[in-house]
DNA sequence: TCAACCCTTTGGTCGAGACCGAAAGGTGCG
DNA sequence: CGCACCTTTCGGTCTCGACCAAAGGGTTGA
């Protein structure tokens, strides 16, 4: 890279609340059109289309047309990583209302961060992994890296395969809500797609948040203990 | 956490390129007074108290009234990674004349990144420590952790004692420039403490580059084999 | 071919905040 | 004590950009 990097010009882009919602949306990693943004973020779709823009001019989102509609997604993994970093020296958003303290409730017990579960449920599934000895803990809080490809638990979640890559297979992830990380990278993708693969979880429309099937709470009830998902 | 991280928060204080230059100033780590961080900016002092202010209420700097003046500092090392992370998906500024060629080449040869060393000298003194084993590579290009904490390349250094505590010993941090990971956490601060202890490198007025004396350059030379810092 | 739908463009309003000069407030030094 | 120095406060200007309604363009499905 030449010269310093332009700080500012990234920080811009996120700084207003209507980009940054945008943001929070595209964080579970799947696409979404401009009108549903536009929707989350409380603007216009007029508005909408030049913040969309401004995102796509910083390289936060890449926008690929499909039909009628545009569809916009996180560019990439080292996004995410950063826009992670971000929210966890953000201070926490005063929360609005009832329908406020649900989706509060719902994030914080089961959400993607992403391409891999968070939440209650991602920080659980963690503990578990590195309690089998399939990852490995450097001190107490850090996760270190994948030690069995092998492994009972693994065949319980149905995490057959873990495609290689140049993408680190563990990656260790700070949970902003349990303070404690989850497992991120290949891995963690794998356990999500698994998870979504079995209906164990589905995905909720317009957020982050995901809904623990009874099935999938019985079973991960199962494999995690006394782990239950909240109400709602 | 209670309630979604406000990103627009935090993002809004980078935003304002005088107080990105500002940021980028003070993750050297030090203590900088407001009129220098005014000179770094290129604005009034005036404009510089406002935007100090508005660094501190986001907790991105802390300031400590010292005599007549007040000093300004990074808040912390989470804050240090997560504008480390930001910088990663920065677009690379444009070089501005021949002072800002002359200051690139200067960061690219060596530099502090918050408290421990970056740039050339940093990737290469981190190939050097995993090269003696002292530090393991999880996968090509990941750093892992700390697996001997005596060793000769250490002595050599003048790397006596690594501080325990809550903080990670060793931890990664992906370089903008080299676009390899050099060595941060505990381990990190205390090697580029040796440097500066043993005047290997001295730091320099107003910027994060260090200047790398005539005898530390022989003796990093002897260490780290071929390499040697660019002119200037 | 037409109508419905999603998005963009245009043009205009409006508020936020970046900036500075001048003056005032503290603090240290002689 | 008083001057020099760093910083803050105040008042003012001015630019930037967030926002929307209305109109236009492209796509899909009937």
């Known amino acids: 890279m030449n010269g310093e990097p332009d700080l500012a010009r990234i920080a811009r882009a996120l700084a207003e609340p209507a980009r940054a919602d945008m943001v929070l949306a595209v964080l579970d990693g799947q696409q979404h059109p401009i009108g549903?943004?536009?929707?989350?973020?409380?603007?216009?779709?007029?508005t909408a289309t030049d913040h969309v823009r401004e995102l796509a001019d910083a390289g936060i989102v890449a926008i690929e047309p499909r039909g009628r509609q545009r569809l916009v997604?996180?560019?990439?993994?080292d996004v995410a990583?950063?826009?992670?970093?971000?929210?966890e020296i953000a201070p926490a958003k005063p929360v609005r209302g009832l329908a406020g303290a649900e989706r509060n409730i719902a994030l914080r017990t089961?959400?993607?961060?992403?391409d891999h579960p968070a939440g209650a449920l991602g920080v659980a599934l963690t503990a578990r992994l590195?309690?089998?000895?399939?990852?490995?803990?450097?001190?107490p809080g850090t996760i270190g890296n994948l030690v069995r490809t092998e492994h009972p638990t693994l065949d319980y979640l149905g995490v057959t395969t873990?495609?290689?890559?140049?993408?680190?297979?563990?990656?260790?992830?700070?949970?902003?809500?349990?303070?404690?990380?989850h497992v991120a990278g290949a891995l963690g993708r794998a356990v999500l797609d698994a998870l979504l693969e079995d209906k164990w979880v589905t995905r909720r429309r317009d957020t982050r948040a995901l809904r623990v099937t009874p099935?999938?709470?019985?079973?991960?009830?199962?494999?995690?203990?006394?782990?239950?998902?909240a109400e709602t």
């Open 162 to 181: 873990l495609p290689a890559g140049r993408r680190p297979v563990v990656r260790s992830c700070l949970d902003w809500t349990e303070r404690r990380p």
């Open 81 to 87: 990583r950063a826009i992670e970093a971000l929210t």
């Open 215 to 229: 099935s999938g709470a019985e079973r991960l009830g199962e494999l995690l203990g006394d782990w239950k998902p």
């Open 130 to 139: 590195v309690e089998d000895g399939i990852v490995d803990e450097l001190e």
């Open 110 to 114: 089961a959400r993607t961060c992403y």
């Open 73 to 77: 997604a996180l560019s990439g993994a």
């Open 36 to 46: 549903e943004l536009a929707g989350a973020a409380g603007v216009a779709p007029a």
